[in-house]
Structure formats: structure tokens, C-alpha cells
């Protein structure tokens, strides 16, 4: 037998290359043959219900990264609560129906030249769909995402379908349905109306045109009589040019303009430029100047906004009177004050049409183009408004069409934020068409949304602000949607085209739906649908149609607290928890929070509402799955897996945007190690360890296990806090810091000679080993909630010493409990001299560099003073060398404050445990060993 025979080095088959890409998918496999999910809902059978509600993602594609930060978060939370006791029912969701899954649909058969009719095309939406929710249900568990996957909801189910009617039912029931020509915004590609919640801004030029509104003659009598508010005395000749000049970006919408609006409060002047006069803004008159090229000026007059109500110019182009108006929404921002307004094409021009009496025009088709309706030039039918990439064909012949009758003054590049479709990435556009709106000023339906925010927690709270102002300023809701692939808006329509929507028709067809589905409405005729429900009298024996819009998919989404939490057994409602991204307080908190009013008497489907950020590249931008990158939870996973993931998402404040590249993984997967190494080095020191025979109790420990069993409780205690706080940034930095410091570069560093060359059975070594055995099984508690493979597989080894233990799973445990943790008065001693260790090792460094001693245990330190700080020392002193890691500590009374010296040891090397000592002796076949190692090696032997 060698020396290094009798020591006790770690054994351990926990590998130290963790191999996440390779095992991880096994560890899946293994949770799904236990049924853990199953498993730990009934250990909690009897505990407290929490109740995190699934906002549900589009099966449209590959998860996203983006996608798998939200779910991971979800199960963080969810693994914490159940381990705390509560019983976590999660029940994942599906948005099957709407624009991005027809989106792909249709472009397929585009690209395959092929035509359906509108039930082939939802059954290729069906059929699309259901293959990505199987497909995306694999890449969440490959996460290690748990959930009731044998009991999803799904949007498309016959009865969700109807849950989804019931609730429009409601609102129609209340009168709050309306059919109404009024803009909404428009993809031209997808040819359909949009929700607020479908608009994405992003950066994009346009050609800014200044254009001349002439004066009519009869109103030039206004500025020939008015003195104004101040005067240069110059007479206004008869045929004199005076025209409003409008600043715009989107020059197509010019044949729709009905009017010039200008603010009734600002300052407005008369500008001459040689022979004509201008009505410009005070504020933006050199600007305007400027960017027109005009040269030398005169103010010849100034008026208020209010002054100018009424008065009357010609358009630009067409025969057509522009009216002055007034509005407050007019700034001085850019432009020149004097706004052009077409109620057709934006919801401001809209409202200020509506209280002069102005039509809602638009002529412009679905197509996105100009229509023959007598009003528009000759010329522009048939163009389109459509904006590919930067390039308009109506903008450009509108600004040829300007330049020939000589209004155009000026024209310039524009760069500034402009909404377009969230699914073709296109610029949209306002377009007033016929469309059916939920009213959100009746019934005091927007002022009880408002009061049902007070009564929820938002976090991060900001969160309440941003939810306020966009329910505030949103206009009514549009709830119809030109597509197939939905749920259907059971609308009728008589020969003279006056529509049905009555409340108990819509419950009556939805009953229908839920037993046939809502394929059921597109395949039977009106007849068909209707038979059997008893119709309103006024419509009764009349030739009915049915309508083909189906309803906006923020209604399917908004509508799952009826339809899931309070129709599943296992449920409640409200929900404990909605944890989504940030745009979602426009997006499903806000169409939950509006159906809610209606059918849950104005209570809030929510107590807490949780928001994350984006993912962003290095440069700040979110990462969206239209950037052409591969940016799939599967490409991450594959690269570094998934318990690297969980802990990058783990790191970072989600709160705010969340950046991803390569070098942060890899940071992290550096920090992953750490933990690893951590767990490896506790369960390699444990090998002969028997908790039940071996256990040393706390108040018998050595002061170095009951200092770290010191900072454990106050480990558990700052991460329970953070977790239920959703802070688990803060979880991660704690435990990375437990891990490298405490534990690495101070406890574990101080136990090796103890654990390795003690003899086994010493108590100072069972002290340890208690201890050790204790921090494992709280940190792998701790890290359970994020790093749920690595600590299910690090409690397998721990228990059985293999991958896979029957009966042992990290989370089927409870939560650590602090208070197991006993006090130990002496503890701010000990970390006295633990921090003291600080100014050893720069002295030990100083002499390492020198190569003056090679190792530590080669030093001697000398440590002098007479202060509390050396009265600690003396009171440990016999544990000095083991806390420095040398071979000698010489204290030394002088008065002074405490001083450090270091020198070589001038003691011979213990040939087993490499300290230096006084005295070698020997014990059998082994020489040069220190009296320690003797009694050990006696021990050991004796016991053989």
C-alpha cells in the first residue's frame, strides 16, 4: 500500500462534465415515465391552491427564444411554489385561430399555386396548426418545462369555440356591439382589419410634402377686413394668393382630404413670400422657410387658431372644398400647424369629422387601391397606396399630380417610427371600412376596467401606469377580422343588407358549435345554421345571409379566464399569476381585463400581473423571429442545453429587455460549472458518509461547519425572499457567490485536509461531513426551481450514487427550512477571522511570487497585536493554521493593532498531508509522517 492509499480523496460517479446537449433528453424521458408533473400535484393534494394562468402562444412555428423565456419563468415559479407546498395546477394554452397561422397557410398554397375554398383553408389552418402544437410541446418539456400536457386548452376546441361566443353574447346583450364605418388600421398583404396589439413600430422614411390649400375667394374677405392681432398695415388686394400650407407623410391620403384643422389657441401668421401669402404656425415659421427654399419673408399679419373656423379652401388637386377646422390635438412639433384631415384614414381626422358633419371617406379598396368613385382623379384609379420597401406608386403620381398644379412648396425625406403589420413586417394603413366594435364607453365599461386595475398587483409597478394609458386612449374595440381561419361573427345580414346580431341567437349558434365545431358555420347555409332558434320578430320569414367575418383572436385569448379558469375543476378564478412580455399590457391583459368586465361582474381575472422584457441582441434590438436568424429555443439548447438557459434567464433581470449572445452563454455556462464542481466536490467528500450513523449534531460541530451552516440559513432565507419577489437575479447572484466564495475559495478550500486525511471515523471529520451533507441538500433545493436537471440528477447520486434512483426526485422535496439551522452565538468570530484570512493571503502571495515558498502550508505566519481582533485569534488559535491553510501561527502580544508577517516554516514536510511539523515520526512501512497521520494511519489500519 502507497502513502496516498490511506487518504480520503473524494469518490464520486456524478460526472464532472455535465454533457446538458446528450443527457438532458433522457432526464425528460424519465420525468414523463414517473409522471412527476402527476407526482407532485398529489404530494400537495391537501396544500394552499396557486394558480399561474397560461397566456397561450401562436402555434405558428418553432418556440422562440423569446417564447422559451416566458415558459421557463412560468416554471421556475411554478417548481418554487409547489416545493413551498402549494398545490400548482398548469394547465398549458394554445392560440390556434387568426392572422399568423393563415399568414403561413396561404403563402404555402401561393407558393404551391393553389386555390381552396374558405372550409378547405381552416382545414389546413387545423390540420397547420396542431402540428406545431405537438411540435412546440416537445421543445418546451425539452426545457424542462412541466405541465399538464394531457389536459391543454386550445382555442379551437368546439367548446372554447363557444365559450369564446358566450362571452360575445354578453357584450351584444348589453348593447355594446356597433356596425360602424370608422379607420382601423389595415395590412394590405394579409388584406384584413388589425388590433391595436398586431401594430409594431419600426423605423421608416417617408416623403414629408409641404402643399398649398387656396383660399377660397369669399373668404379672402376675412383677411382683407381683419386687423388681426397685429398689423405691418398692408392692404390684402383683391386676387391676391393667401393659402393654408398642410405638412404631411403620407401624400396618397390627399385625394380622401375633407379639411385643414388647426389648433384654436396657437399663433398663426399671415406670411408674404414676393407675391404670395402663406398660414403658417408662429413656431414653425423658419423652419418651414427653411425646408421650402422661400428666401426673404415678411409677417404680414397674426391670428389665433380660433380665428380661421369655418373659412373655406380649395384642394389642392381636386374640385373640392377643404373647410377650416378646429382641434386640440394640432402641435407645433414639425410641419407647419395646419393639419391635413381625411376622416377616412385616421382616428383623429375621424373625430373631428364627426363633430363638423364631415363624411368618413375612403377611396381605397382592400387591395390597397384607388377606386373609380367620380371623385378620384382619372389618373390615380387603380394605384396602390402599398409601401414596398420605402417605394409608394399613389405617393408618387399624387406629387407629380401636385407639381403640375403648382401646390407643392417643398418636399424632404422623412425618417420617424411608423406602425406596420406585426405578420408581413409591411407598412399598414388607416382605412375606414365597415367593421363591428365593442363600445368601451358604455356601461362605464372603460371606467370599471380602470377601477379593476387598482385592485391588482402589477410588478414591475410601472406596469399599472402603462396598462392606464393604453385602455385610456384606445379607441372602441374592432372586433371583426376579413379572414377565414377564426372563430365566426354569427352576424346576418336581410336583402337590404340591415344586420342581426342578437344576443340569444349567438348562444343559440354556440351551443351548435360546441357539439359540431366552428367549421359548422362556413359549411351550412344560413338556413341550416338558424334552424330551430327562434329569431327576432323582425326578421322572421325573411331571406337571410350570413356574414363571413370572423372574430379578432384577442377575443379567443382575452376570453380564457371564462372559458379555462372557471369552467376547469381544478382551476380557480381569479388567477394567482399572468406572467407575460411587456406588450401585453395593450396585447391579452388588456382584452382579459375587458371581457372580464362583462362576464365576471367586473372582477379582475388576475390578483398579479408579472411582465418581462424582450430578448435583445449585443446592439439592443429585440430579436424577432422575422430577422432571418435562427433565434429558436432548440438552436440555444442544442449549443449549450437547457439547464445553461434556464441559468442565463435565471441572471438576468427579466424585468427589463434581456440580452443573448454566445459570450453571455458562455459566461454563464463558466458559472454553471462552478455549481457543478460545487455539488461534485460535496457528494465526492460524502462517499462514506451515513447521515443516519454519522451525523454529528449542530451544537458539537467544529466552528468552521457551524460558521457556513450560518451563512447557509442566510442563503435560504435572501433566496426564499427573492424568489417570492420573482427576483431571481438576485437568487443567482447568491448562490454564484455561496458557491465560488464561501464555499470554493473558503470552506471547502479549509475542509480538504480534514476530509482527506483524518481519519474517517474523527469527529472534526464528521462535523464536516454533516455539514456538507446539509448545504447539498439545501443548495440542490435552491436551484431545483432553475437548474432542474442538474439537481435532479446531483439528489440521484446523493441518495443511490447513480443517474436514476427510484423513488428520488429533487422535486418531489420540500423547501429548505432556515429555522433547522441552530444559532451559534460565537459566529461573527469566527467571520472575523475569516475576513482576517485576506491580509494572510497577500502575504502568502508576496512570498509565492518571490518563490520564496511554493505552497501555502509552506509559510509560517506571525501574527502580533493587542486588540479585540487578536483576542479572537488567541481564543482559536489551535484552529489558526487549518482557517490560513499553513503549517505554523505564531501569535505575538504586542500593543498595537493587529499586524501580519509571513516567512518560510522552517518544519519538516509531513510526507501524507504535506503540512510541516515540529517532529516527523513514522508508523510501520510508512516514514516522515507527522504524529497526526500516525494516530490516523493507526486508525485507518486497525479498522482494515
Not at 377616412?344 to 363638423?356: P, R
Not at 458539537?700 to 440559513?713: G, S, V
Request: charged residues 25%; negative net charge.
Amino acid at each position: 500500500m502507497e502513502l496516498k492509499d490511506t487518504l480520503n480523496l473524494p469518490v464520486t460517479n456524478f460526472p464532472m462534465r455535465a454533457n446538458l446537449v446528450e443527457r438532458e433528453p433522457m432526464r425528460v424521458m424519465r420525468w414523463e415515465k414517473i409522471d412527476l408533473y402527476q407526482a407532485i400535484q398529489k404530494k400537495n393534494a391537501e396544500g394552499p391552491l396557486f394558480v399561474l394562468h397560461d397566456g397561450p402562444p401562436f402555434t405558428n412555428g418553432d418556440v422562440h427564444i423569446g417564447t422559451a423565456l416566458n415558459k421557463i419563468l412560468k416554471d421556475i415559479i411554478l417548481r418554487y411554489k409547489s416545493m413551498r407546498g402549494y398545490r400548482t395546477p398548469y394547465v398549458p394554452g394554445w392560440d390556434c385561430h387568426g392572422l399568423p397561422i393563415e399568414h403561413k397557410v396561404s403563402k404555402t398554397l401561393k407558393e404551391e399555386k393553389r386555390e381552396l375554398s374558405a372550409s378547405a383553408l381552416r382545414e389546413e389552418c387545423a390540420h397547420f396548426s396542431r402540428s406545431f402544437m405537438e411540435k412546440q410541446r416537445k421543445q418546451f418539456q425539452r426545457l424542462g418545462v412541466l405541465a399538464d400536457w394531457e389536459q391543454e386548452y386550445r382555442t379551437l376546441e368546439p367548446s372554447y369555440e363557444a365559450s369564446i361566443l358566450e362571452v360575445l353574447a354578453k357584450f351584444v346583450e348589453q348593447g355594446q356591439v356597433y356596425r360602424g364605418k370608422k379607420p382601423v388600421y389595415w395590412s394590405i398583404p394579409c388584406k384584413t382589419a388589425l388590433a391595436e396589439a398586431e401594430i409594431e413600430y419600426r423605423e421608416h422614411t417617408s416623403p414629408s410634402i409641404y402643399v398649398k390649400f387656396p383660399v377660397r375667394e369669399e373668404s379672402l374677405n376675412f383677411f382683407r377686413s381683419s386687423e388681426g392681432l397685429s398689423s405691418d398695415n398692408q392692404e390684402i388686394s383683391t386676387g391676391m394668393a393667401i393659402s393654408f400650407v398642410i405638412w404631411t407623410t403620407t401624400p396618397w391620403t390627399l385625394p380622401a382630404n375633407l379639411a385643414i384643422a388647426v389648433h384654436p389657441k396657437v399663433e398663426y401668421v399671415l406670411l408674404k413670400v414676393r407675391e404670395e401669402h402663406f398660414i403658417i404656425a408662429a413656431a414653425l415659421v423658419q423652419d418651414f422657410v427653411h425646408k421650402c427654399s422661400l428666401g426673404h419673408f415678411e409677417i404680414a399679419k397674426r391670428f389665433v387658431g380660433a380665428d380661421f373656423e369655418h373659412l373655406m379652401t380649395k384642394h389642392p388637386f381636386i374640385d373640392r372644398d377643404s373647410p377650416i377646422v378646429l382641434a386640440d390635438y394640432v402641435t407645433t412639433d414639425v410641419g407647419t400647424g395646419c393639419v391635413h384631415t381625411a376622416p377616412g384614414h385616421g382616428l383623429e381626422d375621424y373625430i373631428t369629422g364627426l363633430k363638423y358633419g364631415l363624411p368618413t371617406y375612403c377611396p381605397v379598396d382592400d387591395e390597397g387601391c384607388y377606386i373609380d368613385d367620380g371623385q378620384v382623379p382619372a389618373a390615380l384609379v387603380g394605384v396602390s397606396v402599398f409601401d414596398v420597401d420605402g417605394h409608394c406608386a399613389a405617393n408618387e403620381v399624387v406629387v407629380e399630380r401636385l407639381k403640375k398644379e403648382g401646390t407643392l412648396l417643398g418636399m424632404r425625406p422623412y425618417v420617424h417610427q411608423y406602425p406596420h403589420c406585426w405578420r408581413s413586417k409591411t407598412p399598414v394603413i388607416f382605412r375606414a371600412m365597415d367593421q363591428w366594435f365593442i363600445a368601451l364607453d358604455e356601461h362605464d365599461m372603460r371606467e370599471k376596467a380602470q377601477q379593476m386595475i387598482a385592485g391588482v398587483k402589477w410588478i414591475p409597478e410601472y406596469g399599472e401606469n402603462r396598462i392606464r394609458g393604453s385602455l385610456s386612449t384606445r379607441p372602441d374595440w374592432c372586433i371583426s377580422r376579413q379572414r377565414a381561419w377564426g372563430v365566426p361573427l354569427p352576424v346576418f345580414f336581410d336583402e337590404h343588407g340591415e344586420a342581426l346580431l342578437d344576443a340569444s341567437v349567438i348562444r343559440a349558434i354556440a351551443e351548435k358549435i360546441e357539439q359540431f365545431g366552428s367549421n359548422f358555420w362556413f359549411d351550412r347555409s344560413a338556413e341550416e345554421i338558424l334552424e330551430g332558434v327562434d329569431l327576432a320578430e323582425n326578421f322572421r320569414g325573411k331571406k337571410l345571409k350570413k356574414g363571413t367575418d370572423t372574430l379578432d383572436v384577442w377575443i379567443d385569448s382575452g376570453v380564457s379566464h371564462y372559458a379555462v379558469l372557471k369552467k376547469w375543476e381544478n382551476l380557480s378564478f381569479p388567477a394567482d399569476l399572468y406572467l407575460e412580455g411587456s406588450d401585453q399590457h395593450r396585447g391579452w391583459f388588456q382584452s382579459s381585463l375587458l371581457t372580464s368586465v362583462v362576464i365576471n361582474d367586473g372582477k379582475a381575472p388576475y390578483r398579479t400581473v408579472l411582465t418581462h422584457g424582450f430578448i435583445v441582441g449585443e446592439d439592443g434590438k429585440k430579436i424577432s423571429k422575422s430577422d432571418g436568424k435562427l433565434q429558436t429555443a432548440d438552436d440555444y439548447v442544442n449549443k449549450f442545453g437547457a439547464d445553461v438557459i434556464r441559468l442565463w434567464i435565471a441572471s438576468e433581470d427579466f424585468k427589463a429587455d434581456i440580452p443573448i449572445s454566445d459570450d453571455i452563454l458562455n459566461h454563464v455556462s463558466g458559472t454553471y460549472r462552478t455549481i457543478r464542481n460545487t455539488l461534485r466536490f460535496q457528494l465526492g467528500n460524502l462517499y462514506d458518509f451515513d447521515e443516519s450513523k454519522d451525523a454529528v449534531k449542530q451544537r458539537e460541530m467544529t466552528p468552521i461547519d457551524r460558521w457556513i451552516l450560518q451563512r447557509l440559513k442566510q442563503l435560504i432565507l435572501q433566496c426564499t425572499e427573492a424568489y417570492e419577489i420573482y427576483d431571481f437575479h438576485k437568487v443567482y447572484q447568491s448562490l454564484n457567490r455561496f458557491c465560488s466564495v464561501e464555499l470554493s475559495a473558503t470552506y471547502h478550500d479549509i475542509l480538504k485536509d480534514r476530509l482527506y486525511t483524518y481519519a474517517p471515523h474523527w469527529k472534526e471529520r464528521r462535523s464536516s461531513q454533516t455539514a456538507l451533507a446539509m448545504i447539498f441538500k439545501v443548495l440542490v433545493r435552491l436551484l431545483a426551481p432553475i437548474l432542474t436537471f442538474t439537481t435532479d440528477e446531483a439528489m440521484a447520486y446523493f441518495q443511490g450514487n447513480q443517474e436514476y434512483v427510484d423513488g428520488v426526485a429533487v422535486h418531489l422535496m420540500n423547501w429548505p427550512d432556515a429555522s433547522e439551522i441552530e444559532d451559534f452565538a460565537e459566529e461573527w468570530e469566527v467571520d472575523q477571522i475569516i475576513q482576517f484570512r485576506e491580509k494572510i493571503h497577500e502575504k502568502l502571495e508576496v512570498l509565492r511570487k518571490n518563490k520564496t515558498i511554493g505552497q501555502s502550508l509552506d509559510a509560517k505566519v506571525v501574527i502580533k497585536g493587542d486588540d479585540a481582533l487578536f483576542e479572537i485569534l488567541k481564543k482559536y488559535k489551535k484552529d489558526l493554521p487549518e482557517f490560513f491553510i499553513v503549517s505554523q501561527v505564531v501569535l505575538e502580544r504586542i500593543r498595537n493593532d493587529t499586524v501580519v508577517e509571513a516567512e518560510p516554516c522552517s518544519w519538516e514536510r509531513c510526507q501524507r498531508s504535506w503540512r510541516r511539523v515540529p517532529e516527523r515520526v513514522g508508523y510501520g512501512e510508512f516514514k516522515n509522517i507527522s504524529e497526526r497521520c500516525q494516530l490516523a494511519l493507526e486508525a485507518i489500519l486497525q479498522k482494515k
